[in-house]
């Protein structure tokens, strides 16, 4: 079913086995990306055959990383909207504007995809203990797949994490352990209980599988667009799966010959001005990021101090012609108001400031009326709304 060859450090191109439960390259302190077989997938699948089966995000079997299909724990991940967004594009001179809806997803956000890949390929290894620190929807998304795949999940979340993200993980039966502090003390706390009772540590990037699924948002937007893919991505970056994930997607597809033009998009980082080490290192010209101190944003999944991918995250967006962008918390609530008013999409703090750093962007003269943009909105602002 999967074409998958072989897991490569993504600092030093080690090779690992992905027939053993993998974290991450200890020499490098670096991510492991998964490898498949793709000259084999070029001869042997026709793309035209994934897009006429049942929709959903394990269509594109061939390129995640479980082997055999009993293993796969879906909950109806993927194949999200791409909305066409004429008022706002409207208002804002750009008649080509899209945002790709994750909020559709299961448990309400893009991290039921990469949750979905990460726990079925860990069923498969033989892993029944799953545990995660989390700004919130990460929690919930592996606490929903770590359940439906009989497993046990133990998840460390900050104390402010919205009231849903707890309620969905402890309703799924997780045990939530809340921590006064950032997600930074939560990964410090899961890493120890890890290593002290066995648990498998599902963090971001901590592991090679949660990237394949959240590289299929790639996948689907080549496909929506006809095999032609947009100018600009305006991804909202935490941990940056995501970005990286579409950005080796878009290498995959182009190794496959699936593409019908070699234009690749401008990749957008846009992050909180109260957390924004990515867009600090970007215009430092720095490789790496260093952690943000004192990190504070009302978007939950931005509030992430250091990414462990932040020199992939900083290559992709230099690689893309791209740039980086910090949103104050006003400007992404304004934005939010927004998308609710002009296209009626409640989208969480997070997927809205993409729209906020589009607007800078378009005031810059970054981007050009004529060019196809596509926001990505990560989840439902419903995770937001406070109990009274």
Same mark, same amino acid.
């Given at each position: 079913?999967?074409?998958?060859?072989?897991?490569?450090?993504?600092?030093?191109?080690?090779?690992?086995?992905?027939?053993?439960?993998?974290?991450?390259?200890?020499?490098?302190?670096?991510?492991?990306?998964?490898?498949?077989?793709?000259?084999?997938v070029r001869t042997e699948v026709d793309r035209e055959r994934i897009v006429r089966r049942p929709k959903g995000m394990w269509r594109w079997r061939e390129v995640l990383p479980v082997l055999a299909q009993e293993n796969i724990i879906s909950l109806g991940e993927g194949d999200t909207p791409?909305?066409?967004?004429?008022?706002?594009?409207?208002?804002?001179g750009l008649r080509n504007l899209y945002v790709k809806d994750e909020s559709i997803n299961p448990t309400g956000t893009f991290k039921a995809r990469g949750l979905a890949a990460a726990v079925s390929k860990a069923k498969e290894l033989g892993v029944t203990k799953?545990?995660?620190?989390?700004?919130?929807? *990460? /929690?919930? +998304?592996?606490a929903a797949y770590a359940a439906r795949g009989g497993m046990q999940a133990y998840i460390f979340m900050p104390i402010d994490t919205p009231y849903a993200n707890q309620y969905e993980s402890q309703i799924a039966g997780a045990t939530v352990e809340l921590v006064d502090g950032l997600i930074s003390d939560a990964a410090k706390l899961a890493r120890e209980k890890a290593q002290a009772e066995g648990w498998f540590d599902v963090s971001?990037?901590?592991?090679?599988?949660?990237?394949?699924?959240?590289?299929?948002?790639?996948?689907e937007l080549a496909e929506q667009f006809g095999w032609v893919l947009p100018d600009v991505i305006v991804y909202p970056t935490g941990g940056g799966t995501g970005l990286v994930g579409m950005w080796k997607a878009f290498n995959e597809m182009e190794t496959l010959g699936w593409l019908e033009s070699n234009q690749r998009p401008r990749m957008v980082a846009v992050q909180a *001005? /109260?957390? +924004?080490?990515?867009?600090?290192?970007?215009?430092?010209?720095?490789?790496?990021?260093?952690?943000w101190n004192g990190a504070t944003t009302v978007a939950s999944g931005l509030r992430v101090p250091k990414s462990f991918a932040d020199k992939i995250i900083l290559d992709d967006l230099r690689e893309s012609l791209g740039t980086a962008i910090a949103v104050s918390d006003a400007q992404l609530l304004a934005a939010q108001k927004i998308l609710a008013s002009r296209e009626g999409i409640f989208a969480a703090p997070e997927g809205a400031a993409t729209l906020a750093g589009l607007m800078q962007l378009k005031d810059k003269g970054w981007v050009q009326p004529d060019e196809t943009v596509v926001l990505f909105n990560t989840g439902t602002g419903l995770k937001y709304i406070p109990l009274s």
């Open positions: 079913m999967s074409y998958l060859d072989h897991l490569e450090c993504s600092a030093c191109g080690k090779s690992f086995d992905p027939a053993l439960v993998q974290t991450f390259c200890q020499n490098c302190q670096a991510p492991l990306l998964a490898r498949y077989d793709l000259g084999r791409l909305l066409h967004l004429a008022s706002l594009g409207n208002d804002l799953v545990i995660i620190p989390t700004a919130g929807n *990460a /929690g919930g +998304a592996m971001t990037f901590k592991e090679p599988y949660r990237t394949e699924g959240k590289k299929i948002m790639g996948y *001005a /109260g957390c +924004a080490p990515i867009i600090k290192a970007f215009e430092e010209d720095a490789s790496g990021s260093e952690f």
